[in-house]
């Protein structure tokens, strides 16, 4: 019998395994440092959809604060979220105070989906991408470089627990998502399936894009960070093939402000 290099016998190795999988995680996105602000807003999440956020293990992003609080500032924030019904599990990735932060406070520093929210962040605080210019093309190259992205196709029934994430592009889904499966795409979602998941359509704040699938019986639905559950969905649309998308209102001075989801048969 051989010696593992730790000197853990095999029996006690054998005890569990250790696997990394996918699971879907909610983001708080924090906006306001009140602690009874924070926990009043989440109470109301929690009460519209209690099988979906009750008790659901959440990833709290403090990034779209001005200013990062001081620990105790954070702590208090985190006991709100609990107050509220629900459990964070870590702080989202933001920069090196951040990480700093979580180790303060024992929490880990969720990186999931890192490049993608960075692009995001300097998005929606208009903040320049700071990035090298690239080396000027030829025109045998250009046209590839400005050829829009294909659309990631997952030609398989998405299972429970699974998440399938389209960066940068389309994502198309040839089979059902099950329920507790998510998918998401920073721009367009198509189901040739049964749709009983969840499905975030315009990750990265595309408010003109649109999800579409053949069996509508979602359990969440939504499109640039403004999301309907499964208790405000129309029930006359059940098991029908429709398309959902984003309608703003023009009737309001501020026309860029959007309303909720809107849903339509296909």
């Not at 979220?81 to 870590?90: D, F, S």
């Not at 969720?110 to 993608?116: L, T």
């Not at 929210?117 to 093309?137: L, V, W």
């Not at 829009?148 to 399938?164: C, D």
Request: proline share 6%.
């Amino acid at each position: 019998m051989s010696a593992h290099p730790t000197g853990a016998s095999p029996e006690i190795l054998e005890a569990c395994d250790l696997r990394f999988g996918q699971v879907g995680i909610a983001n708080v996105r924090v906006r306001n440092a009140d602690p009874d602000a924070l926990r009043a807003s989440l109470e109301v999440r929690v009460h519209e959809a209690p099988s979906l956020f009750q008790r659901a293990p959440v990833v709290v992003d403090l990034s779209f604060l001005a200013a990062q609080p001081a620990d105790a500032e954070v702590a208090a924030l985190l006991d709100a979220v609990r107050e509220a019904g629900m459990l964070p599990v870590g702080l989202a990735y933001g920069d090196g105070a951040t990480d700093e932060l979580s180790r303060r406070l024992g929490l880990p520093l969720i990186a999931k989906f890192r490049a993608a929210y960075e692009r995001a962040e300097r998005t929606e605080r208009g903040e320049p991408a700071n990035e090298s210019p690239a080396p000027a093309a030829d025109e045998s190259t250009r046209s590839v470089a400005t050829a829009p992205k294909p659309a990631l196709q997952h030609l398989h029934p998405v299972r429970t627990g699974q998440q399938v994430y389209a960066q940068g592009c389309d994502l198309v889904v040839v089979g059902t998502v099950a329920n507790g499966a998510e998918v998401l795409a920073d721009g367009n979602i198509h189901v040739y399936g049964a749709l009983r998941g969840r499905a975030f359509a315009g990750a990265l704040g595309d408010a003109t894009a649109r999800i579409f699938c053949s069996e509508f019986r979602a359990e969440i639905v939504s499109i640039a960070g403004h999301y309907r559950v499964f208790e405000e969905l129309p029930q006359e649309f059940a098991g029908r093939a429709v398309q959902v998308w984003l309608e703003h209102d023009t009737s309001k001075s501020d026309k860029s402000k959007p309303r909720k989801l809107q849903i339509a048969a296909l």
